[in-house]
Nanobody, 121 residues
């Protein structure tokens, strides 16, 4: 019905940059909140950043000033530009979107498949 496909992860040296993308497809009426979460080995999944359909953003304190979330509503896509990456940013990154499939339906949360980001020299 709805699928989220992520891309852009990889291996980068400390201080480097990466850009993640997540595109939604399927039956979509509108998308309210788009966001990124991450999960490091042995830790719980944590919120990284969110962006509303009006462009309002929210960031975890650990990434403020380094990560930027943005969205392309016409393409149902969310991006996250990650600069000044640190080893502690290493994790699997998941996108999440709250999507209405029909005008009268409630929003449902969908997850991407996850993309590995490794920051290491």
């Amino acid at each position: 019905q709805v699928q989220l496909v992520e891309s852009g992860g990889g291996l980068v040296q400390p201080g480097g940059s990466l850009r993640l993308s997540c595109a939604a497809s399927g039956r979509i009426y509108d998308i309210n909140i788009m966001g990124w979460f991450r999960q490091a080995p042995g830790k719980e999944r944590e919120l990284v950043a969110t962006i509303t359909n009006g462009g309002g953003t929210n960031y975890a304190d650990s990434v403020k000033g380094r990560f930027t979330i943005s969205r392309d509503n016409a393409k149902n896509t969310v991006f996250m530009t990650m600069n000044s990456l640190k080893p502690e940013d290493t994790a699997v990154y998941y996108c999440n979107m709250r999507i209405r499939s029909y005008y009268f339906s409630a929003s449902t949360g969908y997850w991407g498949q996850g993309t590995q980001v490794t920051v290491s020299s």
